[in-house]
């Protein structure tokens, strides 16, 4: 049987649905980091920069390092927004074997399960049943007090249907206890994979941006010819007596006769 007490001091108790507002303020700030690195990456300086690439091969090499450092980008951001949607929590998804990240609940909860799932209860189907139990004989206790009109078995009675209504609203805070730890867990995994996967990403981020800057330094323009100076054969005069034109001047030397 649940006292009053108790059941004053499980309404003030924290909430694990209290962490959730933290947890997706730290899914929004990887969020907006994300996306403020891909507008650096497609920022005017990148852009700019590919003007000025020289050569089929640079230019293949910088705009792939860029667009596999903007696909990092966006899966992070698409990875960590999973954190943001609320994801749809039950009683039955501690016991899914499909849901593998809820061991670290389950041995919680097998610490000391009867604050969990009740008096004598190991497991979510022992909540279930008792807070049934307790509805059904409150059912069986109001009927019988509907009918009886002795006052002391009237008394007897409603101290005994007071009893089954503190006891369905004791599990009634189990399951939602329950219910709020399982939907947090939820957030807390997705959360988690989002970190690893935006871990990921700005690995891959860096690997593309490397590669856009090496392919940016790197490019150079083609060398043009240099110029040569374009000399006229003298015949049989002295090579000292040829005149000889450069193509950076604009006029013409002479030898020491005239020429």
Known sequence: MTSASEGAGAE????????????RAVARWTVGAAAATGALLIGTAPLAALGKLHGAWHIAVAVAGLTVALLAVCWAIWVTSDALTPPVSTLMDLEDPSMKHMAGLIRLTSRSPENFFGPGGTRVADLQAQGELHQRAAGAIARALAV?????????????????EANIAYYR????RLLALIHTWHVRHLL????????????????GACAFLVATVDSKPPEQPKPRALQHSCGDIAS???????????HITYGPDGW
Not at 14 to 23: E, G, V
Not at 148 to 164: F, S
Not at 173 to 176: N, Q, S
């Open 12 to 23: 003030s108790s924290p909430s694990p649905l209290d962490a959730i507002a933290d947890m």
């Open 148 to 164: 009886e009109d002795r006052a002391p078995e009237r008394a007897l009675l409603d101290l005994a249907l007071r009893d089954a």
């Open 173 to 176: 805070r189990l399951r939602a």
């Open 192 to 207: 988690r994979r989002a970190r690893i996967h935006t871990l990921a990403a700005v690995l891959v981020a860096g690997i």
């Open 240 to 250: 000292h007596e040829c005149a000889t034109m450069s193509p950076d001047s604009a």
